[in-house]
Each structure stands twice: as structure tokens, then as C-alpha cells.
DNA sequence: CTGAAAGCGCTTACAG
DNA sequence: CTGAAAGCGCTTACAG
């Protein structure tokens, strides 16, 4: 008894047995209310703690979720770890932390590593164009609504075309979309989003990745010929582009938003920092978390805890919300000869 | 049978008893070559594993270890999870993320929350000027050489150290400090290695937490005002705030490093993207985590694993590493009246 | 309403 | 080298 007290050391001191502690402590089994006071307040005295492995053990049940998570360069890792951990944990979860190294086959590795460890469901985040398929096991899956295998996620189609409004009403024609990888489910439609704010004109696209693989690693993306070609506007897909944007944008003399406009997307934690701060779209993470771990929950029971009927409503995804800053601002007026002539001189 | 298979099933089906089949798969007891083959390969085939939950009953060990990072703001977030996760799981254990929010409160009840879930010891990565104490309990923290409770670190002293240098290398003299609060030991370790680096000399600080307190969230830095006094670097304390400085200065037109050179600490994900590119201190976490996982597994059985004897000899902590990218550069030799000028209107 | 008993899957002395 | 037995702490039918 020097150490944790156990159900047996609260029975035995008020000479009752181990069983009725257990029902008087978990509520199940009807206990008389004094003998559950007094049992639950010898608890409290001794400071009793459940032992998860005991429990575990006799239930079948660990009590502990596993997190998948793609790798580093998810932007928004931190931001799923927290939500996920919350939610998980007011539900009496835990949640136990694996990582794909954006390897997909490491992703599997991830999931089956925490099944092993005991979790009882797993909330995976997955690697763009990588499917979580074929674990008979509870799962849910943040991705975007368009991926197969998808059960929670922002509508990131909407808030394309939220975005791309924002820049029109603000008078820009002339966008340029910016995003990574064209593989990527979220991407994808994020893109779609922006175009149909624009009768699904064929905007120019440039993809980073692609542009990498040509020019190198961290090349600068060109987008001040875009500009010099009467570009108002960048679109980006992700705040991280769109800081790049800016910058490469700044460091060539061209005003954000005086110039040009810039968006990101995601509202990571700087955006509203930098300078000038970057419009963006966030979403609701909290909401997509809740969402991913009730749908674990009703996998594991049905009957404990009923399906999360928001999630038939909401196969479109989760409502991002538009967050105007300064990066974006209205199109300067038809650019006279002069104005693209000191672009051009700023810039050289 | 239909569920996971367990010792028995192994036990069962070759005919001898699950002390013998447990000793076979551990690799304790004594068993005979031969029927240790023999279990061995009729364990794989049937796809045998262990439970944990069995085995932390009988062991009272979980293996799982609890990460309580401070909160989201933590730009570090991301690579101290991961590294976690990768050192412990080298090591057999699993990680179950715990989050303070950056309450120190908060910080308290997460890791005895993770205690109560069964982990068997803490890395905690602390909030600013909180202590971590009291807990009778396998501990590692993490944060800075001159934290009472630091038990491994980098070098963030002599990181400050590095960076002053190679400013004054560059013909910097005056430099301007930018850190976020001065209650951080990791920041102060920093502020004043980059002094030294100053022969001690009293550089400008802005605080900037001080600074918002006064102007509000996100203001302005007012760094264009030290550029107009003469100064020509400015020397971060994170990257953080160094992009923050970065775009506050080309937003006002002035270059970076052509004007004024700035540098960072920590090396963010996107540091190596932006334009300039954030010259900046790594620390190596790899190494950080290897060691604070090994801390705490020499405190729950000293004999299996032996103190990291690397430990002592860090006691300064893990040294750090200078990236040098584009946003430092030379110091533009002394400013005549002009160049002034012309940073006067250009910011205008 | 209360309790005796079995069992969850493993490990660990201890005998043989 | 191998195995019978007890025990880790809890829960869950089942009797009483």
C-alpha cells in the first residue's frame, strides 16, 4: 500500500468487497447511496487511481487513440495534435502519437505500430494521394471530402470559391492560383474552389513542386512576370506559399497589397504576424476533431455512442471561415504603361 | 482463436506450457534452441503480438512515455514530437501526447494526467519560467542550460554566441536584439551569447511581448526607426521574429541584407523559403531527444540503462549550428547622409 | 443491494 | 531446459 492504493486496499479497509467498489466507483451495478458515498469518498482519501493496464486488460479496451500524422512539413501538425488531444481527452481518451516521415508505406507502418500498441482507433491525417484502406479497425480520416477514403474534413472546395470572391469583389481578373502538388486531394479543391469563383476560368497555375524539381530546391517561384504581365492577384493554397509570395514579391519591389494581392490559406500561426499580415482561410478545427474521434467512438460502440449525425450533412466538409487581413486589397486600377514600367525598374 | 492470438494459442498448439512459450519470445529464461526456433516461427505465423496491457499488468510497466509540450505557439512543436517519437519508439516505447496550453496550471494537470494514463515517465518541453517539480516521477525536461530543472538542452548560450559572431564577422556593429520576453531562459541564454559575442556591450533589446502590451497585438516593431539611427542588423531570437522583422523592413522598402542583415534561431520549416532565405542557429534535436529519453529510462532501472554519460559532459547543453542564408550579409559600409535619406523616403 | 469467482494475457520466481 | 502456479488490478456475469 505503500504505492498506489487499488480497488482492493479501498475494499479492504471498509470491509466490503472488490467488486462492489468497482460497481460503487464506475456507477454500474447498484450500490446503496451510502455505501457508494463512502466508498467514493475512501477513494478520494486515498487518492485512488485506476489502473489503466488493469482495466485495459479486463475490458479489452485501452482507452488510448493513435494520431497519424503525415510528417513535419503538415503546416498545420501541431494544430491537429492539440484539437485531437482535447477532444480525445474529453471523452477519457489518450492519444498516443505516430508519424509517417511523408512516407506512405511508413504510414502504414504508423497505423498498424499504434494498433499493436493497443490504441483502439486511429485518427489519420494522411499523405496527399495515399489511401488508409484495409485496417479492420476504427478509423477516421481528416482529408478532404473529395478522397476516397475521407471521414472528416474542412470544405475546402468552399472556401476556394470564398476566396476567390473575396478577390473578385475586391476587383481582380488577373489571378494567378499558387499551390504545391497537384496530387493533393485538399489541394485539388481548393484550386476548383478558387476557379469556380471565377466561372471556372482557366487561371494560371503554378506548382511549386513541379517548379522545384526544374530549378531546384527553394527556387524563387517567377511570380514577378506574372505581375509584369498584368497578374493583380495571388491566390496561394496555403499560407506557406503565400509567404513566400510575399516575400519574393517585397524583396522585388512590388507593394502587398498596393501592387499586388496575396492570400494563403489555413491560418497558420504567423500569418497574422508578418507583414503585411495574410487574408487567409481557417478551419474549424476543433469542430473537425470532435467530429474524427465521435466517429471512432460509434465504430467502437454504437449503441454508447450514437453515430455523429452532423457527419451525413456535412459529407461536403466542414465550413472554413474567411479571414480578411491586409496581404489582400483592392485591384489597382488598369495598369498605365508607367506603372508596369516602375515595376519593371524596381524590380531589376 | 478468432481474435488476436495470445501465449496460450501458442502454448496450445505446440504442446508445452506458456511459461516456456514466454521465455522463448523474451529471450529470458533458458530454453533450448531448438523449441525456441519452433515458437518463434509459430508465433509469426500465427502473427503474434503481445498484448501490452497483459504485459504492463504483470510488469507494471506501460511502455508508453508522456510528451507535454506548452502549447501551440511553440513553433518547435513539430520537431520535438517527432524526435520524441522516434527516440522512444527506437527504444520500445510509445509517446501519448499531453498539451498545458501554455497555463502553467494547466502544465501540472497534463502531466499528472499522463501519469495517471500509465506513462512510466514525462519529457516535458516547459513554458517560460515555470518549474517542473514535485513529481516523484521518471522526468526529463527539456529547455534551457540554465533552467534549475533543465535535465538536457542545446547550447543556447553559445548559439548567441555563434550568430553575434558572425555578424560582427560581417562588419556588423550595430546590432539590434529582438526577442519576445525576457522571462524565457532559452531567450536570455541567447540575448546574452549574442552580447558576448559584443564583448558585453549593452545592444538594444526590443521585447516584443512589452511592445504589444503597449501597442497591441501584432504591432508594428518600429524597427525602421533603429535603421534610421544607424542600425544594421538585427539579431532575432527566433526566426519567428526574425520573418517578422524581415517583412516589416521590405514592406518599408528597405533590403534585406542589402540594407541591414537580420538573423533567426531555430530554423523553422519554412525559414530556408523565404525571401532572403532566414540565416539562422539549429539545435540538434535528434540528439536532444535521444538523450532526454535515455535520462528517464536510466531513472526507471538504472541497471539496464546506464545514465547517458553524455549527459554530464552537455552540461552546457547540445551544440548548435549555424545555417547561413541570404538575409545576412556584409554591413553596407558607413551610411553617408543619403543612403539615410533615401531610407527615410523609401519608408515614407 | 452485495459478494465470490473467474478471467483478461502476461511475467516471474520457484520446482522439478 | 521446462512447467505449474501465483499474481498484476480490474470487470463482469452470476448467485445469494
Known sequence: MASRPNLSDIARQLGVSVATVSNALSGKGRVSRELGDA?????EELGYIPSVAGRALSTGRSNVLGLVLADINQPLFPQFALNIEEAAGELGYGVLIGNSRGDPQ??????RRLIERGADGIVVVPRYDTRVTGHR????VIDSPSSPDNTVSADHFNGGVAIGRHLRDLGHENVVIVGLYSGSNVQKDRVAGIKAAFDDRDLPIVWIQELERERGQNCPLGLV???KDGATAFACVSDLHALRAVTELQQAGIAVPGDVSVTGFDDLGWAGVVAPAITTMRMDMKRIAHLAIRHILHQLDANKHE????????SGGVPMELIIR??????PRARSNTDLAAVHARSE
Chains 1, 2 share one sequence.
Open 137 to 140: 479497425w476504427p478509423i477516421a
Open 307 to 314: 453515430a455523429p449525425e452532423e457527419l451525413a450533412e456535412l
Open 106 to 111: 511508413e504510414q502504414e507502418r504508423a497505423i
Open 326 to 331: 491586409q496581404s489582400s486589397g483592392p485591384a
Open 225 to 227: 512576370d506574372f505581375v
Open 39 to 43: 466508498i467514493r469518498r475512501k477513494a
